[in-house]
């Protein structure tokens, strides 16, 4: 089968292509859009037409890749009730939201009472276009959570932030060949059958013993969580299911997947803080682990 994570389209000037990609409408921290064509290039050609995500978040990698069926989980409520919307209902979804990014909600004042309003409401439309109001509109696009649970990112003060529209329109369409749900990762395992790729993205291993992790859902991702995830591979390489792991290439992640069929170190741009410095290009690491 194709796996076509790009379109190439040819330019006016000179026909040379260009390569555009699918965007997701949410401004997602370790968006992995950049990087699909490196990822999917990995994948053994002989597979099955399923791809899983077990950690789907912005959804970069389903985006933009062709396989017929797709499992998508994360443990974030709020990011799957948007896949929800997305497919059952991407109008209703975009009108709600749409009501919500104008110039008035573009200052503190009502950015923080609509936070607390998100905060108050249960699993619902409402919500769920407050969600894609604040993830646009708070700072850097982050996502965080209290231990109570409540979202706690500050205001992001930009000119103007931009409405996803066409991107949740891509978003419905691709849904449509999916399967979602809220769960832990293992779930995403349990789920795969014999000749199914399992693409894993999941939070990084810090890049030192101080620097913390990217707190998504209000839990926090541990050093026994990845090795947990390592075991996943293992036993799904053992049922005939293909599981490649994204993460930084450090020594420590080096080590973490050891027992992987290959280790690819990829290139990237990506400046993160370390302690003791400023900011320092840390490459990214992709564990094979072949069926
Ligand atoms: C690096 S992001 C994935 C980014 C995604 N590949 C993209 O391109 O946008 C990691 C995701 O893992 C999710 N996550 C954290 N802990 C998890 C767990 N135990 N099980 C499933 N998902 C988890 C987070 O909510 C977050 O969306």
């Known amino acids: 089968m194709m796996n076509d994570a790009v379109r190439l ?3 006016k000037q000179n026909k040379t292509p260009l390569i555009i990609s699918q965007k997701s409408p949410l401004k997602w921290a370790g968006g992995k859009r950049k990087l699909v064509p490196e990822i999917l290039k990995i994948v053994p050609k002989k597979h099955s037409n399923k791809l899983i995500e077990p950690f789907v978040g912005g ?10 069926e797709y499992i998508l989980v994360d443990s974030n409520p709020d990011l799957i009730s948007l896949f929800f919307y997305a497919k059952k209902d991407v109008k ?21 009472a609509l936070r607390e309003k998100f905060n108050l409401l249960d699993s ?13 509109f708070g700072y850097n696009g982050l996502c965080r959570y209290n231990l109570k649970g409540g979202f706690n990112v500050p205001f992001g003060s930009y000119k103007k932030p931009y409405f996803p529209k066409v991107e949740l329109e ?25 000749g199914d790729i399992i693409y894993c993205d999941p939070p990084y291993s810090p890049v030192s013993a101080t620097s913390s992790f990217t707190a998504y859902s209000g839990m926090q991702f541990t050093a026994l969580d990845h090795e947990r995830l390592v075991n996943c591979a293992l036993e ?32 990237v741009a990506r400046s993160i803080n370390c302690k003791g410095s400023s900011r320092k290009p840390i490459n990214e690491l992709l564990a094979l682990y072949k069926a």
């Open 9 to 11: 389209m040819p330019t």
């Open 59 to 68: 959804g970069s990698v389903f985006l933009n890749s062709n396989f017929d």
């Open 92 to 112: 209703g979804l975009i009108t709600s939201t749409q009501k919500l990014f104008n110039n008035n909600n573009n200052c503190a004042e009502n950015y923080y």
């Open 124 to 136: 619902s439309l409402e919500r769920t276009a407050l969600f894609l109001y604040l993830n646009r």
């Open 170 to 194: 891509h978003l419905s369409l691709k849904l449509q060949s999916a399967e979602f749900l809220t769960d832990d990762f293992s779930v995403a395992f349990e789920k795969a059958k014999s």
């Open 236 to 267: 799904a390489k053992m049922k005939g299911v293909t599981t490649i792991i994204s993460n930084h290439a450090l020594p420590l992640t080096k080590n973490l997947y050891k027992n992987a069929d290959k280790l690819v170190t990829l290139k």
